[in-house]
């Protein structure tokens, strides 16, 4: 659990550039803003769902919340992840990220921070929290003394 606070510190900064993307759609639409603030709610908790729920380390997520909303979520069998299972990570994913675009471009100091601190977010996911993971089903997982890939 050392690396506790690479999980918080993440989410953070991963919510951060989020809210700069809200900021910044707002700044020109405000309706468009809250949809897609309540699109960005929507999409976290399919992410959530399609991923987290079947994840073997969910109770001791470095993530913290994540392991949390799962225990609210309809439960999931902890099996190999389906092509639905990715889709349900991505494609809210990439949803969230390239909406903002179009409103970011406008201000290019809000582009840049917003490109940086999810840059930094994955950079902290990726060097700390998938190397203390241990759902061996993810192919993200970096922990090679837990890695048991049943398929």
Not at 9 to 22: E, M, Q, R, V
Not at 33 to 49: D, H, K, T
Not at 122 to 138: A, G, Q
Request: proline share 3%; glycine share 4%; aromatic share 12%.
């Amino acid at each position: 659990m050392k690396n506790l606070p690479h999980g918080i510190i993440s989410i953070i900064l991963a919510g951060l550039a989020i809210f700069i993307g809200i900021v910044a759609v707002f700044m020109d639409n405000m309706i468009l803003a809250l949809l897609y603030l309540a699109a960005n709610i929507l999409g976290f908790l399919i992410i959530v769902y399609s991923y987290c729920t079947k994840c073997a380390g969910r109770t001791k997520c470095a993530h913290v919340v994540l392991g949390k909303i799962t225990k609210l979520l309809p439960h999931r069998e902890q099996s190999k992840y389906s092509f639905f299972d990715y889709a349900g990570v991505v494609v809210p994913f990439i949803l969230i990220v390239a909406f903002p675009q179009f409103y970011l471009i406008k201000h290019l100091w809000m582009l840049i921070a917003f490109w940086l601190l999810l840059l930094v977010a994955v950079l902290e996911i990726n060097k700390y929290v998938c190397t203390m993971c241990v759902n061996s089903k993810c192919l993200l997982c970096k922990n090679k003394c837990l890695i048991i890939r049943t398929e």
